[in-house]
């Protein structure tokens, strides 16, 4: 549901590869791994654009990867001879093929050839409906309004010299969108691909797929503004790359490849920011390509490896959708939301608790997952474009702060913060505190206490707040249960739930981590 080396053999073990094709027909959808790539006559230079050299050095990562150089020609004329070629990946050194048994038998008889991959698992996009309606009264969307906007306002930060990249579903209409029109004013989208079909160049105003909008309701989350009347997002004056690699008719493995191909295209453009709001798990059209739930162990689908690749390799903050299978069986977060370096985002309630729709953590990671959250009437595609937007002002505020550095950032201006939950992560980021943070500056609002049976909760009148919000947890970030409590004049008592070790308490800008002591 979409909720949306360095040797050969390295990345035959990192890219462990997930897809096929219809089952009618024989052929069926592999990876080709090559053993090696002609590192002698490499010359950086040549194949990288003066953008990437410039972030490279600015973060100090190497500007000679394995995962640049090219294929070898001759390799891939070979296979071409033998079968159908899909598409090549530099980072994989492999190129993806529709193939018979019988020439995948020959392939392998090359000896160029490292090993073969037949893939089992798919990706898929959530379908979740765009249907945030933003409140033209108010000067900022519900989202930002509660994450100090003004503060990044009244800085001069409004993303303005970041590059941003958004793959997506599609972006029909995004030129009929009125938060959108500055944009193309400005000339800020400054490229676009579709990687369902190349042919297709009417990005804008002819519709490929039932989910061809979902991109543009994303783009207005990170860059939206009427002017003088709205604002949406925070990156309002960056630019753009746009990449669609979601094929909204159908739900078939391919799809991967164009999320590959989209990720390497903005990397070689010198792109530090992407934005995917797609999320892979379940509900394919054929069910036995449907992940399992202890796949999302940050290692297993390949979206995830490409994605901790772009984080620690290539310096790229990739910003993903936790997934909206909350209300479902599935429960956890879907990939790449699952990669380490990511930076995953949940969604809220107007009352800063857990959307009902929105994915938790899985446990068996041995880190937090989804890092922040922030609110969304409709999915969580919705709240990491939110997320997106916030990152691009901090990038323009410190242009050699590195994708992690970033990261941390956004966690530390979170209202949880240091206490985490894999509910809503570290909670929702504010750009008042992330600017003190980054001035050194930021006051901490939060304690531990230590306590037996119970704890009382006096009321404050100096605090407007009329609830405290309660994350129960069995550990230090696992959630047992979130919980809302009516805040009166007289004291309230908060008693420990059966299993609960810990629990997070929000009372107005407070937060106080419970220890029950046994």
């Known amino acids: 549901m979409k909720s949306l080396g360095l040797k050969i053999g390295f990345f035959a073990y990192f890219f462990s590869l997930i897809f096929s094709t219809n089952a009618q027909t024989e052929r069926q959808k592999y990876w080709v791994f090559f053993t090696q790539k002609d590192a002698v006559n490499y010359d950086y230079r040549q194949h990288l654009s003066a953008k990437t050299i410039q972030n490279r050095i600015a973060q100090n990562l190497s500007l000679v990867q394995f995962t640049d150089i090219p294929l070898t020609p001759k390799y891939i004329q070979m296979v071409a001879q033998e079968t159908q070629l899909a598409y090549q990946s530099k980072w994989l050194n492999a190129v993806s093929v529709l193939a018979t048994p019988t020439e995948i038998e020959q392939i392998q008889k090359f000896h160029f050839v490292n090993s073969i991959s037949q893939l089992n698992h798919s990706l898929k996009v959530s379908k979740f409906a765009p249907n945030f ?23 001069g930060l409004n993303g303005k010299g970041i590059t941003i990249g958004v793959i997506d579903a599609g972006f029909y209409g995004a030129k009929w969108n009125n938060y959108l029109k500055h944009l193309f004013k400005q000339n800020k989208i400054l490229g676009i691909k579709d990687l369902v079909n190349p042919k297709h160049t009417k990005y804008f105003t002819q519709q490929q797929s039932p989910s061809d909008d979902h991109g543009v309701t994303v783009l207005q989350m990170i860059a939206g503004k009427v002017p003088d009347k709205k604002q949406d997002g925070f990156a309002t004056e960056s630019q753009f790359y746009l990449a669609r690699t979601d094929d909204g008719n159908r739900e078939f493995r391919g799809e991967e490849d164009y999320w590959i191909s989209a990720m390497e295209w903005m990397d070689s453009l010198g792109v530090r920011l992407i934005n995917t709001s797609l999320g892979y798990s379940l509900d394919f059209d054929d069910p036995n390509e449907n992940y399992k739930p202890e796949e999302m162990n940050g290692k297993t689908s390949k979206i995830t490896q490409m994605a901790q690749l772009a984080s620690k390799e290539k310096g790229i903050l990739v910003i993903v959708s936790a997934g909206n299978e909350g209300l479902g069986s599935w429960k956890v977060l879907s990939a790449p939301a699952d990669a380490q370096g990511v930076l995953s985002v949940g969604a809220t309630t107007s009352r800063q608790m857990k959307a009902s729709y929105s994915s938790k953590g899985t446990e068996i990671l041995p880190y937090l997952k989804p890092e922040v959250a922030c609110f969304s009437m409709s ?40 206490f985490g939950n894999n509910y809503i992560g570290y909670g929702i980021p504010n750009a008042q505190k992330a600017l003190q943070v980054t001035e050194n500056q930021s006051s901490i609002n939060s304690d531990s206490i230590q306590v037996i049976e119970k704890f009382e909760v006096i009321p404050n009148p100096d605090i407007s707040a009329t609830n405290v919000i309660l994350f129960h947890k069995k550990d230090t970030f696992r959630v047992v249960k979130q919980e809302r ?21 929000v009372y107005g800008n ?6 029950w002591q046994d």
């Open 133 to 155: 309606e933003p409140n033209e009264k108010d000067k900022f969307g519900n989202a930002i309004a509660e994450m100090s906007p003004q503060s990044f306002i009244k800085a």
């Open 379 to 418: 999915g969580t595609s919705f709240s990491a474009p939110i997320i997106t937007g916030f990152a691009a002002c901090l990038m323009q505020r410190d242009s050699t702060a590195s994708a992690s550095e970033i990261k941390h950032l956004i966690e530390q201006s979170s209202h949880l913060y240091p």
């Open 485 to 505: 409590k009516n805040i009166g004049k007289k004291p309230i008592w908060i008693t420990r739930p059966k299993d609960v070790r810990r629990t997070t308490l």
């Open 510 to 515: 407070k937060v106080t981590e419970i220890l």
